[in-house]
């Protein structure tokens, strides 16, 4: 077992109060006068040396150092006395209750206290003199004060280390708050970049690998030119999107972003770009009229589309593919695009997944309902048809009013 190292500072305690008792005593000055007839000289010192290993370990061991510092200055009271014995004494006290255990914090003011008073009643009832009084306030200020004293800077020093940890700890959920943020914002952007961008490469992806596998100049001309029809249209969105991570504004979205009303000239695109491969789309508005929504719900929805007419162009076999929209009231906005699927012949674009998973992202943002699988009860049987429905609510209170 080893024993727990004295701190620097209780080795120059001890020795500062050795050195003072030395030099009262050295100077032949005692706390109690020659008319007591008690001992003196050398006799004096042994209190004192008693006291001083106490102060050596008053912060490592208070319970330890209390014992033997009491033990001390109870037998300084048989001679006459040192006062750097019960000055260390005093100081005893008070490092036990500021590094002692929680429960001697709390029982050794008490008994001081205790004490205090029980020896100011015995010398008042013993010697029946006001001037008694002198003790208990002697008492007190050697035992009472020092643990009072321990007591309040015990409760101060918990304060600060609870406030310190209060402190980290908001530290701590704040840089958490901030990564979550940054990861949000991220996954936001990842969104928008694969919507607005999938498309346009995917339709360029088909063409060029007609054009490459078709020796046919006609083809490959019109091919060409729905690639750089794409590839322009690509490229202003890239600046778009540029456009929005730069803006330092404060708004979520630029004053340009898309709205439902530019759905038709996103299905006309999609025509051009799946003539090839035997697809033609339609829009179905079943919008009641007026019925404006929020923001964040119709770029949601736009973004929906836009990416279900993406992933029809990379896999749909040749067919019909619509896109309807059916506003309701009490239930919001309803978006449902449906297109055939099967064994396609011809050029296909590479798929990640990614398009459904940011779909099902941006509608679990507003709360809505997804679905992505085969269309159950379609001509030509459940495995024929692929349906995307998606319903987006629409509070009466978030519309925007009409101007």
Not at 66 to 72: D, G, Q, R, S
Not at 263 to 270: K, P, S
Not at 339 to 367: C, D, K, T
């Amino acid at each position: 077992m080893t024993l727990p190292r004295t701190h620097r500072d209780d080795v120059l305690i001890a020795a500062a109060g050795l050195a003072c008792g030395l030099l009262l005593w050295s100077f032949g000055l005692y706390t109690q006068g020659p008319a007591d007839r008690r001992p003196d000289g050398p006799v004096v010192l042994l209190p004192l040396l008693a006291v001083t290993l106490p102060a050596l370990v008053r912060r490592t061991m208070p319970r330890t150092a209390l014992t033997v510092a009491t033990v001390a200055v109870l037998a300084d009271q048989f001679t006459r006395g040192n006062l750097m014995t019960v000055v260390m004494f005093a100081d005893v006290v008070y490092a036990a209750v500021v590094y002692g255990r929680p429960a001697s914090a709390r029982r050794i003011p008490v008994t001081t206290g205790l004490i205090t008073i029980a020896v100011t009643l015995g010398f008042l009832a013993w010697y029946r003199d006001p001037e008694a009084l002198l003790v208990g306030v002697v008492t007190a200020l050697l035992t009472f004060f020092p643990a009072l004293t321990g007591a309040v800077v015990r409760n101060h020093r918990q304060a600060a280390d609870t406030a310190r940890l209060r402190a980290e700890q908001t530290a701590l959920l704040a840089e958490m708050d901030r990564r979550e943020a940054v990861i949000a914002e991220r996954s936001r952007m990842a969104r928008e970049l694969h919507d607005m961008v999938a498309n346009h490469l995917s339709a360029i992806a088909i063409h060029s690998t007609a054009a490459l596998s078709l020796d046919d100049p006609a083809t490959s001309r019109d091919a060409l030119g729905v690639i750089r029809e794409n590839s322009v249209d690509g490229l202003a969105e890239m600046r778009r999107l540029i456009g929005l991570l730069r803006d330092t504004s404060g708004h979520d979205e630029p004053a340009a972003a898309p709205t439902l009303d530019g759905l038709e000239a996103l299905v006309r695109q999609a025509g051009a770009n799946g003539s090839a491969s035997g697809l033609t789309f339609r829009l179905v508005d079943g919008r009641s009229p007026g019925g404006d929504v929020p923001a964040p719900v119709e770029l949601a929805a736009y973004r929906i589309v836009q990416e279900s007419l993406t992933n029809a162009l990379k896999h749909a076999d040749a067919g019909a593919v619509t896109v309807a929209l059916r506003s309701t009231p009490g239930h919001g906005l309803t978006v449902e695009v449906t297109s055939p699927f099967g064994a396609r012949r011809g050029p296909r674009a590479p798929g990640s997944g990614a398009g459904l998973v940011g779909m099902r992202e941006r509608i679990a943002l507003l709360g809505g309902v997804f679905e992505a699988g085969p269309a159950p009860g379609c001509p030509g049987g459940p495995e024929k048809i692929w349906r995307v429905r998606a319903e987006l609510p629409v509070a009466e209170d978030d519309k925007e009013p009409q101007a």
